[in-house]
Antibody, heavy 120, light 107 residues
Framework: QVQLVQSGSELKKPGASVKISCKASGYTFTSNAMNWVRQAPGQGLEWMGWINTDTGNPTYAQGFTGRFVFSLDTSVSTAYLQISSLKAEDTAVYYC?????????????WGQGTLVTVSS | DIQMTQSPSSLSASVGDRVTLTCRASQGISNYLAWYQQKPGKVPKLLIYAASTLQSGVPSRFSGSGSGTDFTLTISSLQPEDVATYYCQKYNSAPLTFGGGTKVEIK
């Protein structure tokens, strides 16, 4: 069965960096793009972008360029989200979500979410 | 970019009521629309894709319709376990924008 297991909660100070992992199992990792979705406290879902797990090519939504980097380690079927120069407004739950088909489709599988708290 | 607008932002209905949620795209997206359910404190769950195709395992009281710019999610008989926020998402092209959500509560 498809599973996406994310790394644990993080507490960071403003200006620091964080790297969240999303380990996939139960399917061929390079067959489906991996998306990242942000949910700030009490707010809705915000699509951050995706990474093509076959080519490694990322696509970022507006507002998620520069400080946000998607990466992969296909040898361990893991996708990563790195956020640098953290700000208080980056406090949110970050989800990885797998496309149901190749790339640019609806998200049939989701990780459990990783809470990132940015506070001095 | 195409904007996705959901209405109402919240609603309260009685158990057994028929409930209709609306999602509107600022430009046509054919039927490239998905609906997700997020229960309080839980991970979003795919309910419907291609505007009207029910994801496996989703109760048949959920249904979706629409094409182009106007879409609806209908719960034919609201149940207590349907308390959640419902989001639509376009996926015709990037960015795969979500709507703002509709929070459904029991009266």
């Amino acid at each position: 069965q498809v599973q996406l297991v994310q790394s644990g909660s993080e507490l960071k100070k403003p200006g620091a960096s964080v790297k969240i992992s999303c380990k996939a199992s139960g399917y061929t990792f390079t067959s489906n793009a991996m998306n990242w979705v942000r949910q700030a406290p009490g707010q809705g879902l915000e699509w951050m972008g995706w990474i093509n797990t076959d080519t490694g090519n990322p696509t970022y939504a507006q507002g998620f360029t520069g400080r946000f980097v998607f990466s992969l380690d296909t040898s361990v079927s893991t996708a990563y989200l790195q956020i640098s120069s953290l700000k208080a407004e980056d406090t949110a739950v970050y989800y990885c979500a797998r496309d149901s088909r190749g790339t640019g489709w609806y998200h049939g599988y989701w990780g459990q979410g990783t809470l990132v708290t940015v506070s001095s | 970019d195409i904007q996705m607008t959901q209405s109402p932002s919240s609603l309260s209905a009685s158990v057994g009521d028929r409930v209709t949620l609306t999602c509107r795209a600022s430009q046509g997206i054919s039927n490239y629309l998905a609906w997700y359910q997020q229960k309080p404190g839980k991970v979003p769950k795919l309910l419907i894709y291609a505007a009207s195709t029910l994801q496996s395992g989703v109760p048949s009281r959920f249904s979706g319709s629409g094409s182009g710019t106007d879409f609806t999610l209908t719960i034919s008989s609201l149940q207590p376990e349907d308390v959640a926020t419902y989001y639509c998402q376009k996926y015709n092209s990037a960015p795969l924008t979500f709507g703002g959500g509709t929070k459904v509560e029991i009266k």
